[in-house]
């Protein structure tokens, strides 16, 4: 079946750095996605991709729809405390999605 | 307006038994997706429903089944429920799903189910 791997597992920054993820699929997605998800709540969408090569920001957050459409990485420009949590990156082709592990991140005042 | 409500929020069954939860989606939203996150997978897609039929299903067995109502409300069910099934079940609502909305997705906050 279709897998993603995700990486880095986790990051450790500190306030103001920049923090950069990305996911690398052995498939083809139509659609790339970024999610952010607190504890005891469900993921928002943070980012989403609907072109190869596509480059989108969200405010401090840009993401990047690989132009092999088997890849994509998000980027966080000068992180702030509240940027800590998981990020996910989904491949989703006609609405059915497959997610990657997750990045836990935090970040240090 | 109202986000995505899920009911129960948390849940406690035991091996065997069957369970049935609930996702209330967003006024005009007419797809609900239902995901399942566990330490061990991960988040896993199970189904979406669209006008009351399901469009699209992950690979799942068949003890996992959902409906849509007219309303455009659904409800997953598991049957023969296992340890296994313990996770924090996921739905969320988008105005059309199938992969074109994405930016209009909200999630739920999920139902908890513990299989004891």
């Known amino acids: 079946g279709q897998q993603l791997n995700q990486s880095p597992q986790s990051m450790f920054i500190q306030e103001g750095e920049d923090v950069s993820m990305n996911c690398t699929s052995s498939?083809?997605?139509?659609?790339w996605l970024w999610y952010k998800q607190d504890p005891g709540e469900g993921p928002v969408l943070l980012i989403a991709l609907y072109k190869a090569g596509e480059l989108t920001s969200n405010g401090r957050l840009t993401a990047q729809f690989g132009i092999t459409r088997k890849d994509s990485f998000l980027n966080i420009s000068a992180s702030i405390p509240s940027d800590v949590g998981i990020y996910f990156c989904a491949g989703d082709n006609a609405g059915k999605s497959t997610f990657g592990d997750g990045t836990t991140l935090t970040v240090k005042p | 307006k109202a986000g995505v409500t899920q009911t129960p929020r948390y849940l406690i069954k035991t091996r065997g038994q069957q369970v049935t939860l609930s996702c209330s989606p967003i006024s005009g939203h007419r797809s609900v997706s239902w995901y399942q996150q566990t330490p061990g997978q991960g988040l896993q897609f199970l189904f979406e429903y669209f006008s009351e039929t399901q469009r699209n299903k992950g690979n799942f067995p068949g003890r996992f089944s959902g409906r849509q109502f007219s309303n455009s409300r659904s409800e997953m069910n598991v049957s023969t429920l296992e340890l296994g099934d313990s996770a924090l079940y996921l739905c969320a609502s988008s105005p059309l799903g199938g992969g074109g909305s994405y930016n209009e997705q909200f999630f739920g906050p999920g139902t908890r189910l513990t299989v004891l």
């Open positions: 498939s083809i997605f139509n659609t």
